[in-house]
């Protein structure tokens, strides 16, 4: 349903591009109404949410976080009826936070 398209390997650590896509409708009685993202290993995993209406259209974003070390990304996207879709992608991330 889902997928984080991100390299497997992040150059620079301070900005680890993470692109997220939902494939699902986006209908007045069936769309994707929040999504968030965990890194879990983080200090503190839950890093970003966000929610949509059915006018946002398709759930396709873009955002940049920090992390210090490879872990796993984590999105979890709720629909309006209260069905949880999941995904992970590992990301590595170079020697000490940036490549170079």
Do not use: Q, W
């Amino acid at each position: 349903k889902g997928v984080v398209d991100t390299p497997d390997k992040a150059e620079n650590g301070a900005m680890v591009r993470i692109p997220v896509v939902v494939n699902h409708p986006m209908e007045p009685n069936n769309y994707i109404e929040k999504v968030g993202v965990f890194v879990d290993e983080n200090p503190n995993p839950f890093v970003a949410s966000f929610a949509f209406i059915p006018e946002s259209g398709p759930v396709d974003i873009e955002f940049r976080l920090k992390m210090a070390k490879a872990s796993n990304v984590r999105v979890v996207a709720k629909s309006n009826s209260g069905a949880l879709y999941g995904f992970t992608k590992k990301i590595e991330v170079a020697e000490g936070g940036c490549s170079g």
